[in-house]
């Protein structure tokens, strides 16, 4: 049986580490980086809408199918596993975006969302920040026209946040919620711990991967 207080003075290194969306191009490759670092001294979790192809499958401890929008699932993960690591690596990208915003938003914001309380919720049971790695996107920065664009020049990461694109739009909201969980969260609970979430995000231009099909 282990020692509640020895618990909550774990690393966030010694926990469990979860990958969402790792059927993707971006997570094909993290997984087997994550294998190798570790060398199964970490449990690695990965899940995605789809089971895993053979290959990755033999990079992980346990693997799920399902959706990140559904808040429950996504709990019942939290609960059944000790995750001091997120790589939250599962959206709807850009032109499928466009055709369906209404998913998008449920699946990029509110998909999310989920996975920001799991890191949440699991830094107050460790008594440790909980590292979340989150892959923005460029298509947050938006301009109105191709003389304003020209007119800017080169710009700083605080300009021209105004995405036209619903997946642009998702990504920045998701920024500003992590910017919320790690500095924020519950700001006026009687019960806040300063044990939150540790978020970590980067604008990618773009992924080509040689490895898989996007």
Known sequence: MTDLKSQRMRTPETGAILVTGAGGEMGHTLLAMLAAVHHGSRE??????????KESAGHVARSYSGDV???AFIESIGLK???SE???LAALLSTRGEKSPEL?????VMGSANLLK????????RGAREKFMFPSTIAIYGVPTLEAKRAAGRITEDQCLEPITMYGVNKRAVEEMGRYYARHYRLLAADRQDCTVDFRS?????????????
């Not at 799991?118 to 049971?125: F, T, Y």
């Not at 980067?202 to 996007?214: H, K, L, M, W, Y």
Request: charged content about 20%; glycine content about 2%.
């Open 44 to 53: 690695i979790i990965a899940m995605d809408l789809r089971d895993l192809p």
């Open 69 to 71: 929008s559904d808040s």
């Open 81 to 83: 596993h000790e995750v």
């Open 86 to 88: 997120v790589w939250h």
């Open 104 to 108: 998008a938003l449920k699946v990029n």
């Open 118 to 125: 799991l890191a949440a919720d699991s830094a107050a049971r």
């Open 202 to 214: 980067i604008r990618i231009p773009g992924i080509i991967s040689a490895d898989t099909v996007p």
